[in-house]
């Protein structure tokens, strides 16, 4: 969608973005949004050297694939105030993986999540449902996965067929959609059966995914420890009855 040049701001751009937002607006945490933060190791090394020198006392999160992180990278972003990553792994099935021409495989996940641990930062992982290869099979495959790497949080979203991608061709010539259409739907409800499943049978998954991964006992624990006073503790409680009500109701109907 964004073409394939990686374009990056050079260190002082960004050191001089971030000190004007702390010390004009007192803003102290950030989200990098970049799909390809972590692509150049050396980079990443000099901003974290460079917001260190700077005295930024900041918190700061950001998006990264599996294959570009190392425990050097991780240990610079820790120390320059990096404390959670979100990871689009998309599928726990390694034979998606390759039809979607991710260019990771599953170790490679481990792996990765298990570096954020050891450094000590959050990991965050996004799953699709519906892309046209998904089934019943393929989809227990990401419940199983999701639960053996147990990323800190996790989130599910229908695939979207945007124009001028390669899921756009083949669902379109696998009858999924027709060519020209745009659905309205997206990440939230299904966009277009699959090959396998209607949209009927899709509309229910991602509350029974969400449910799978977060109604178990060592997510609610670990959850519990991590509310450092009462009230981090009755967010959660809420949010989390909420969301339980969300999924109830969305399942019912």
């Known amino acids: 969608m964004s073409g394939r040049e990686n374009r990056r701001r050079s260190i002082p751009n960004i050191i001089g973005e971030l000190e004007n937002c702390v010390k004009q607006h007192g803003i102290r945490n950030f989200l990098f949004r970049s799909d390809t933060f972590t692509l150049d190791p050396d980079w990443v090394i000099r901003l974290c050297n ?28 820790k120390d320059a105030g990096c404390w959670i990553i979100s990871f689009g792994i998309e599928s726990g099935s390694q034979e998606v993986l390759d039809l979607m021409k991710k260019g990771i495989t599953k170790d490679q996940v481990r792996a990765a999540l298990n570096l954020c641990r ?40 229908y695939a979207y067929p945007f124009e001028g991608t390669e899921m756009y061709v083949t669902a ?17 409800k299904p966009a277009m059966p699959t090959k396998h499943l209607s949209m009927e049978r899709l509309e229910g998954m991602r509350s029974e995914a969400l449910k799978d991964f977060y109604l178990r006992w060592p997510v609610i624990s670990r959850t519990i420890r991590r509310a450092r006073s009462p009230k981090v503790f009755l967010n959660y409680a809420r949010f989390g009855m909420a969301q339980l009500t969300d999924l109830v109701t969305t399942q019912r109907n």
């Open 50 to 77: 460079g917001i260190q020198r700077a005295g930024l006392d900041i918190k700061w999160s950001c998006n990264s694939r599996v294959d570009t992180l190392s425990g050097e990278v991780l240990r610079a972003m």
């Open 172 to 188: 379109a010539n696998e009858g999924l959609i027709e060519r020209g259409d745009f659905p309205i739907s997206a990440y939230s």
């Open 118 to 157: 050891v450094e000590g930062i959050l990991s965050s992982v996004y799953f699709l449902i519906g892309v046209p290869w998904e089934s019943e099979e393929t989809f227990r495959e990401t419940l199983d996965f999701a639960r053996q790497i147990d990323p800190d949080i996790v989130e599910f979203f």
